[in-house]
C-alpha cells in the first residue's frame, strides 16, 4: 500500500489549505471516478463504502467528517500531527504536476527567436503550492506521471519541465474526456515529450530538410525578385508533412487532401506531392502552354499524387487555393466528405483533412471559426481535421502579434471544440516529427480535430521583393543572425555521431543535382495505383455548355415515387399543417389537383435517385423549408422522432441527405463547393435562408463558384437556390443581388435561372444531371410564389415538358394587334399578369425570360418575332433600376428587339438600398411599376 493512502487512512487532512483540493477532486470523483487518479480514487472508494454508501449525494464536507470520525475513534487519541504534514504536502506535488500540465506552455522554449521575454509561471513555483527547496529530494507518488509510484520532487520537477515546458508544450487540460486527456498524458510522460528516434529516421529528417532549403535557396538564385512565398524558417514543415503522411498511411488512410495558402506551397507541391521542378521552372519562366481560359499563379495551383507508405498507396490531393488564405478550409472538408461517402467511410478512417494554416488567418478569419464549429455536426463532419499552423510570428510584414489578436495564442480558436492544442519549436525537427506522430494518432483514435502549432519565423518578407525590416527592424535583426534548421539539425546530427561532418553539403549537393536535371525530389512517389473510388470525370471533362437535355419523366415511372413520397409509417403522427400538405399532395399525385413548388421540387429529386444521382442539400432550413414548402423531413408529433420519404423509395437507393445546417454562410457554401467538385453525380444544393443572405459567402461565389473552371480547369455543378423577390419584407429579406451574380458570369462559366413554374422548376433540376457539362447553377428561387394560385403545373407538364428559356404569351392575344411586350423573370410577371388581366388589356404580351445566362437570344427573339406591329419592348423588374438584370442584359435585349422597336425600362428608380423597408412605400412603388409596364408610352 502505498504512502499516500496509509497517510490519509491514519491521519485527518480536511483541516488547512488542502481541504478545497481534496474537495474538488472528490466532486470530480463523484462525478466521474474515472476522472481522478488511481490513488484517490482507491480512497475515495473507502469513503463512499463506509460512509456514503446508501447516500451517493452526501456533501462533500459532511462525507469527510463523518469518515474522520470514525477513523478518529479507532486511532484512540494517538497523535497524527506528522503524518499530517505528509499529506498536505503529497497533495501540492499532485496539484504543481496538474499546474504543469495545465500551465506549462507558459514557460516553455518552442519559440526559436526568444522574441519574448519568459516570465515567471506563479503557479509552477513550488513556494505557490506551500512546497520548499527542502522538499526536493523528498519522494512522493507521481499518481498518474507515467514514471515510478514514487520519485524525489527533484525528480519529478525535472520530469514535468521536460515534458511540457521544453520544444514541445501542449494544452489539453481543458478537454471534456478524462479517456483524450489521459491518452495524451501518457503519450507525453511517457517519453517526456521526446522519443529517441533511429539513426535512420533522422537521417531522413534532415534528408527533407535539406530538400526544403534547397529549393527554396535554388529558387532564390534561378529567379531573382519574382515572388515564390517562400518556406525558409519553416522548413520544418517538410518533415513534418512527410511523417504525417507516412503516420496516416500506416493507420490505414487510403486518400489525405490537403488544404493551404501560399506560404510555402511551392516547396510542399516539388518536396511532398512529387510535382516535377522541370514543371515549376517552366511555370517561373512563363513557357507555360495551357488551354485554360484564365489560369492562375503558380503558388494557387493544386496537384495530386499517390505515395507509398507502410500501410500501402496513399492518394494526396492538395486542392486549389486562392489568395483569401483560410477560404480553403471548409472546401476541403466538404471533398473529404464526398470521398468519404463515396467509400463508405463513415467514421473518417480511410480518407483524412490536412489544413495547413498561416497564424494571423487562423486567428483573425472567421471562416476558420465557422469551419471549427462544423466539425462535429451531422452534415459536416470528416472525422477530425488535423490542422497545422506554419506560425511566422507575423501577419503580412507588419502587423506585430500584438495587433493581430486579442488572445494569447493563435490558435486559442481552436479550444472551442475541444481541439487538443501542440506548440512546437520548428528549430527542433525531431520534436516536430513527435508533435505530428502524436497528433495523427491522436486523431485517427478519436476521431476528433488536433491543431499543430509550428512555431518558426519568415526569413524573407512576405514576399520575396519586400524590405521586412523597414517595420520589424528587431525581429530581422535576429533572424539575419539566426542558424538556419538545417545547420542547426546537422550539428546536432553531427555530434550526435549519427552522420559525418561531410554529410550535409553532400546530401546538399545531390539534392541540387536533382533539381538541375528536373527530377522529381519527393520521397516514395509511385506511379499507375489503380483506386477503385477515384472518380471519372472523362464524360463531363471538355463537355459543351448545352441547354438541351432529356429531362421529361413517363407516368407510370412518377406513379410509384409519388406513392412513396406521400406515404407516412403507421403511428407517425403529423403536425395538422404538415398532415394537410402531404393530403393535397396525394391529390396532386392523383390528377385531381394542380402540382405546387414543394411537389414539383421533391419528385424532381425523387426521380434523379431513380436515375442513379446521390442528392444532397443544405441550408439554415432546409429539411422543412425556410417558407414551409418542401418538407422533406417528417417529424414525429408524438415522440420527435423523423422519417424522411426520399431515403424511402427503393431498396437500394443511391443517398439521400437534407441538413438543415449551422448558421453559417460562408463555411456551409465552401463546403458544398468542395463536396461538388469531388461528387459529379451528386447534385448538391446549397439553400439561402434568404437570398440576400448569399452575400455573407461571396468569397466562396467569386474566387471558386463562378471562376474555378477558368482558373484551374475544376468543374463544379453546385447548385444555389436564393429566395428573391419584393414584397414588402425590408432591405435584408427582398435581394439576392442578382446583378452581382449576372456580373460574374462569363465564358459559359455558369448559369443564372429564374424558374417561374413547379414544373419549370423539377426540369431545370433534372437538366443540371442530365447533361454531361458541369457548370454551376444559381436560381432565383420563389417565397410568395411558393403557394401562388397561378403558379401551379399540371402531371402533363412533367412528363412531356422540358426547361424552357423563354415562356411566350399565355393568353389568346392577337399577336398582329400587340403594340408593346413586356419582359419580365420572377413573381413580377403573376402581378403583371393580372393586373392585365383586370384592366382588360389586349394589346400587351407579356413574355418570361426564365434563364437569364447564358442568355437566351435564340429563344427570345423567335418569341419576339410574333410581334412584329409592336413598337415598344419594355423589360419590367422590381428591382431598383442599377440593380436587377436590366443593366446586365440590355445589350442582349437590344440585339433580340427589332431596330423599329424602342427599349424602355419599367421598375424601382435607383436606389441604394436593395428594397424599402416600409411596407407603405414598397406598395406604393410595386404600384407604380407595374403601372408602368402596361401603359402604352410609359417607361424610361
Not at 346 to 372: K, N, R, W, Y
Not at 424 to 446: C, H, K, Q, S, W
Not at 687 to 705: L, M, S
Not at 722 to 735: A, C, I, M
Request: net charge neutral.
Amino acid at each position: 500500500m502505498s504512502a499516500l493512502l496509509k497517510a490519509f487512512q491514519e491521519s485527518s487532512h480536511l483541516y488547512g489549505s488542502n481541504a478545497p483540493f481534496i474537495e474538488d477532486l472528490y466532486e470530480r470523483y463523484l462525478q466521474d471516478p474515472q476522472s481522478v487518479p488511481e490513488e484517490w480514487r482507491r480512497f475515495f472508494d473507502r469513503i463512499q463504502e463506509g460512509v456514503a454508501r446508501d447516500a451517493p449525494h452526501t456533501p462533500v464536507r459532511e462525507a469527510f467528517r463523518r469518515f474522520d470520525t470514525r477513523r478518529a475513534a479507532r486511532l484512540r487519541g494517538t497523535s497524527c500531527a506528522p503524518e499530517v504534514s505528509i499529506v498536505q504536502r503529497q497533495a501540492a506535488v499532485l496539484r504543481l504536476i496538474d499546474a504543469y500540465r495545465i500551465r506549462g506552455h507558459q514557460d516553455c522554449t518552442v519559440d526559436p527567436l526568444a522574441l519574448r521575454e519568459r516570465k515567471p509561471v506563479p503557479d509552477l513555483a513550488l513556494a505557490y503550492h506551500g512546497l520548499t527547496e527542502a522538499d526536493l529530494d523528498t519522494e512522493f507518488d507521481t499518481g498518474t506521471l507515467y514514471a515510478p509510484d514514487r520519485l524525489p520532487l527533484r525528480e519529478i520537477l525535472r520530469i514535468l519541465r521536460e515534458t511540457y515546458c521544453g520544444n514541445l508544450s501542449s494544452e489539453y487540460m481543458y478537454l471534456n474526456s478524462t479517456e483524450q486527456k489521459r491518452w495524451i498524458q501518457q503519450r507525453l510522460e511517457s517519453v517526456r515529450a521526446r522519443p529517441r528516434y533511429e539513426p535512420g529516421l533522422r537521417r531522413r529528417i534532415l534528408e527533407r530538410i535539406t530538400a526544403a532549403e534547397g529549393l527554396e535557396r535554388y529558387l532564390h538564385a534561378k529567379y531573382v525578385g519574382q515572388k515564390r512565398f517562400s518556406l525558409e524558417g519553416g522548413e520544418s514543415l517538410i518533415p513534418l508533412l512527410d511523417q504525417l503522411i507516412q503516420r496516416a498511411g500506416g493507420h490505414g488512410v487510403k486518400e489525405i487532401v490537403i488544404g493551404m495558402a501560399h506560404r510555402g506551397r511551392l516547396n510542399v507541391l516539388v518536396n511532398i506531392l512529387g510535382k516535377s521542378p522541370k514543371e515549376l521552372f517552366e511555370e517561373f519562366e512563363g513557357k507555360v502552354d495551357s488551354r485554360l481560359l484564365a489560369g492562375d499563379v503558380k503558388y494557387h495551383q493544386g496537384f495530386s499524387s499517390d505515395v507509398e507508405t507502410p500501410g500501402g498507396p496513399v492518394h494526396l490531393a492538395l486542392g486549389f487555393n486562392p489568395s483569401h488564405l483560410e477560404i480553403i478550409s471548409p472546401v476541403i472538408e466538404g471533398s473529404v466528405r464526398a470521398r468519404q461517402q463515396r467509400r463508405g467511410d463513415h467514421d473518417g478512417s480511410q480518407v483524412l483533412p490536412v489544413a495547413i494554416h498561416g497564424d494571423a488567418a487562423f486567428a483573425g478569419q472567421g471562416v476558420v471559426m465557422e469551419t471549427l464549429n462544423m466539425s462535429n455536426t451531422r452534415g459536416f463532419t470528416t472525422g477530425g481535421t488535423i490542422h497545422v499552423i506554419v506560425n511566422n510570428q507575423i501577419g503580412f510584414t507588419t502587423s506585430h502579434p500584438l495587433d493581430a489578436r486579442s488572445s494569447l495564442y493563435c490558435t486559442d480558436v481552436a479550444k472551442m471544440v475541444e481541439a487538443p492544442i501542440l506548440h512546437v519549436n520548428g528549430d527542433d525537427p525531431e520534436a516536430v516529427v513527435f508533435a505530428i506522430e502524436l497528433a495523427v494518432d491522436y486523431r485517427m483514435t478519436f476521431h476528433r480535430d488536433v491543431v499543430v502549432d509550428l512555431v518558426c519565423y519568415r526569413r524573407h518578407g512576405h514576399n520575396e521583393a519586400d524590405e521586412p525590416a523597414a517595420t520589424q527592424p528587431m525581429m530581422y535583426k535576429k533572424i539575419r543572425q539566426h542558424p538556419t534548421v538545417r545547420e542547426i539539425y546537422s550539428r546536432r546530427l553531427i555530434e550526435d555521431g549519427v552522420i559525418a561532418p561531410e554529410d550535409p553539403e553532400r546530401i546538399a549537393a545531390d539534392y541540387r543535382k536533382c533539381l538541375d536535371e528536373g527530377r522529381v525530389v519527393a520521397r516514395n512517389i509511385v506511379s499507375g495505383v489503380r483506386n477503385p473510388y477515384a472518380v471519372d470525370w472523362s464524360r463531363h471533362v471538355g463537355a459543351e455548355y448545352t441547354d438541351e437535355a432529356d429531362t421529361g419523366v413517363p407516368l407510370e415511372v412518377l406513379r410509384p415515387l409519388m406513392d412513396r413520397l406521400t406515404h407516412v409509417p403507421e403511428d407517425f403522427e403529423l403536425h395538422p399543417r404538415v398532415a394537410r400538405i402531404l393530403s393535397e399532395r396525394r391529390k396532386m399525385a392523383a390528377g385531381a389537383q394542380p402540382l405546387d413548388w414543394g411537389f414539383a421540387e421533391t419528385l424532381a429529386y425523387a426521380t434523379l435517385l431513380r436515375d442513379g444521382h446521390p442528392v444532397r442539400i443544405s441550408g439554415q432550413d432546409s429539411g422543412r423549408g425556410t417558407f414551409f414548402h418542401r418538407h422533406a423531413v417528417l417529424h414525429n408529433q408524438r415522440d420527435g422522432s423523423t422519417y424522411v420519404p426520399l431515403r424511402n423509395l427503393f431498396p437500394g437507393q443511391p443517398h439521400f441527405l437534407v441538413i438543415d445546417s449551422l448558421l453559417s454562410e460562408e463555411a456551409v457554401l465552401g463546403f458544398e463547393y468542395g463536396y461538388a467538385t469531388a461528387s459529379p453525380e451528386s447534385l448538391v444544393i446549397w439553400e439561402a435562408q434568404f437570398g440576400d443572405f448569399a452575400n455573407g459567402a461571396q468569397v466562396v461565389i467569386d474566387q471558386f463558384i463562378s471562376s474555378g473552371e477558368v482558373k484551374w480547369g475544376r468543374l463544379c455543378h453546385l447548385v444555389l437556390f436564393l429566395p428573391h423577390g419584393q414584397e414588402g419584407q425590408g432591405p435584408e429579406h427582398s435581394s439576392a443581388r442578382l446583378e452581382r451574380f449576372l456580373q460574374l458570369c462569363g465564358n459559359y462559366n455558369m448559369q443564372v435561372c429564374v424558374p417561374s413554374t413547379p414544373a419549370q422548376a423539377f426540369h431545370m433540376l433534372r437538366r443540371q444531371m442530365r447533361r454531361d457539362c458541369r457548370k454551376p447553377l444559381v436560381v432565383m428561387t420563389p417565397k410568395s410564389l411558393l403557394r401562388h394560385k397561378l403558379a401551379t403545373s399540371t402531371l402533363e407538364d412533367l412528363t412531356d415538358g422540358r426547361f424552357q428559356l423563354v415562356i411566350g404569351e399565355v393568353d389568346e392575344l392577337k399577336a398582329t394587334q400587340v403594340r408593346r411586350v413586356v419582359l419580365c423573370a420572377g413573381k413580377v410577371y403573376y402581378e403583371l399578369l393580372q393586373e392585365r388581366r383586370e384592366r382588360g388589356i389586349e394589346d400587351i404580351a407579356i413574355l418570361r425570360v426564365e434563364q437569364l445566362y447564358p442568355f437566351p437570344r435564340r429563344a427570345l427573339k423567335a418569341e419576339l418575332r410574333r410581334y412584329r406591329n409592336a413598337a415598344e419592348v419594355v423589360w419590367c423588374q422590381e428591382e431598383p433600376r442599377n440593380q436587377g438584370a436590366w443593366y446586365q442584359i440590355r445589350h442582349h435585349l437590344q440585339a433580340c428587339k427589332s431596330e423599329r422597336q424602342e427599349l424602355l425600362y419599367a421598375g424601382r428608380p435607383v436606389s441604394a438600398s436593395p428594397a424599402p423597408g416600409y411596407y407603405n412605400l414598397h406598395v406604393e412603388q410595386q404600384r407604380a411599376l407595374i403601372d408602368q409596364a402596361l401603359t402604352l408610352g410609359g417607361g424610361s
